[in-house]
């Protein structure tokens, strides 16, 4: 049967039912899904299936039957229908059952090849528009951290949930010479917080410290923060692929994050519960648990918290988040809480967790909090007979234990 397709335009009212097969985790087994997305979605979604090492079995239009795009599914692309050509008979080869799922580490290589990196570089960046810059801090709170968006039409600037970009600040450095870029991990997700595709947004603190009497403020933070909607701004990369999120919807997601650390896990979080979100990705709906330790001085501090507790109120079974808020609670010895004391607390859970296969842990934020959590984690895991300095580079090696300090 084939089956013309010819109308691409964006008024394009068809509905594509497509059959996704083995997106599983890690022992074989085969998970067969069917969704029906508009034309508008099935790019996004035939680029997330192949990402994620999945296969669309079988396309129907309005509930016709096309083809079963096995090419489509293993290149980022649409199928060759959905491009407006004409679809192929199905290919029965295509509908035989699936080979038994590859390795979670070889379905993230598989997967990290696709990732996109260094689009644009600091000899020709991109230059975006800062369309919003607030304040995420309430009366009383330390510093300032801003959440800062940008505006990418007119390029090919796009990224996922974990990867960071570089920001070129205007003006030039002591010696003459124009300023080096600094990178700031993402904080929304792919399509952006407008759900729209085509934005990045940032969570900056500006970099404030004392220095033999004077107040010194940080070139390129200040200018984030400082910097007005309208402003163009030179943007490079996206970079990274140590924070990426597994693709699997019932993996299991820790994380530990201190002041603007919090950005990605926004971003993941974000993919995970913001209704907005879930109605975007059909074929990521996150059930599994995600549980985020955040650590800020004051409770004025803390990021993103209106977000946070929507989540938790929404999906109480898939979400779970514990606070060390350092000036205002006390650890278990009576001293400031930290993030690392939170850790302790629930070193059991943590464990029981992180024996799961299908358990990630996450780390972000000021470069401080590593030896804290580390300290933590083997003072946890030799409670339970396990050697920590053992464990960690098993899962590190295992593509599940990802940190990104700075
Ligand atoms: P600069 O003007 O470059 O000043 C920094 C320098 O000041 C330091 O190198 C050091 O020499 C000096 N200095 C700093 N503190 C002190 C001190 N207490 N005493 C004496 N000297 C000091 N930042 C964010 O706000 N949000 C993010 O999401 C974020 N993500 C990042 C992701 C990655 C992968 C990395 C590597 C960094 C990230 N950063 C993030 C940090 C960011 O890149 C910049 O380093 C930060 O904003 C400071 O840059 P600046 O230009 O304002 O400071």
């Known amino acids: 049967m084939r ?44 680029q997330s299936v192949a990402l994620r090492g999945g296969r669309l079995k079988i396309i129907s239009v309005d509930g016709q039957p096309l083809a079963a795009p096995e090419a489509a599914a293993q290149a980022p692309d649409l199928p060759a229908e959905a491009r407006g050509g004409e679809a192929a008979a199905p290919d029965p080869v295509a509908a035989d059952p699936l080979p038994a799922d590859p390795s979670p580490a070889k379905k993230a290589a598989v997967a990290h090849a696709d990732v ?14 800062v369309i919003d810059n607030y304040s995420l801090l309430v009366d009383g709170a330390i510093g300032r951290v801003n959440h800062i968006t940008f505006d990418l039409s007119g390029g090919n600037l796009h990224y996922i949930e974990g990867q960071s970009i570089g920001i070129i600040p205007d003006g030039a450095d002591a010696n003459g010479k124009p300023h080096k870029l600094r990178l700031y991990s ?17 969570c900056v603190r500006q970099l404030e410290y004392e220095k033999e009497g004077q107040t010194i403020y940080g070139v390129c933070s200040t200018f984030l923060c400082d910097i ?15 924070m990426l999120l597994p693709p699997d919807e019932d993996a299991n997601i820790i994380m530990f994050a201190t002041g603007t ?5 926004r971003a993941y979080l ?31 501090n803390l990021l993103y918290e209106d977000d946070l507790q929507s989540y938790l109120t929404e999906f109480p079974e898939n979400f779970r988040y ?54 933590a984690m083997t ?11 053992e464990r960690r580079p098993q899962l590190k090696k295992a593509e599940r234990w990802h940190v990104e300090t700075y």
């Open 3 to 46: 089956v013309s397709t010819g109308n691409t335009s964006g008024s394009d009212s068809r509905t594509f039912t497509v059959v996704i097969e083995s997106l599983g985790v890690g022992r074989p087994r085969r998970a067969t899904r069917q969704l029906t997305v508009p034309f508008q979605q099935l790019q996004s979604l035939v």
């Open 116 to 129: 996109p990196v260094n689009l644009y570089k600091p000899k020709d960046p991109f230059i975006g528009t």
């Open 186 to 202: 993402i904080a929304s997700t792919r399509h952006g917080d407008n759900i729209e595709d085509g934005t990045v947004s940032l």
């Open 228 to 242: 007005e909607p309208g402003a163009k701004v030179k943007i490079t990369g996206p970079v990274g692929k140590e």
């Open 261 to 265: 650390g919090i950005a990605p896990m």
């Open 270 to 300: 974000r993919r995970m519960f913001e209704p907005a979100e879930r109605a975007k990705n059909p074929e990521y709906h996150f059930a599994g648990k995600a549980w985020l330790f955040m650590g800020a001085p004051k409770t004025a």
């Open 322 to 375: 514990t606070k060390a808020i350092s000036r205002e609670q006390q650890n278990a010895k009576g001293g400031r809480m930290y993030i690392q004391d939170r850790v302790l607390e629930h070193a059991d859970e943590i464990f029981a967790m992180i024996e799961n296969p299908k358990t990630h842990v996450y780390m972000c934020g000021l470069r401080g909090m590593e030896p804290g959590i580390d300290e």
């Open 379 to 389: 003072a946890a895991a030799a409670a339970k007979g396990l050697n920590w300095a």
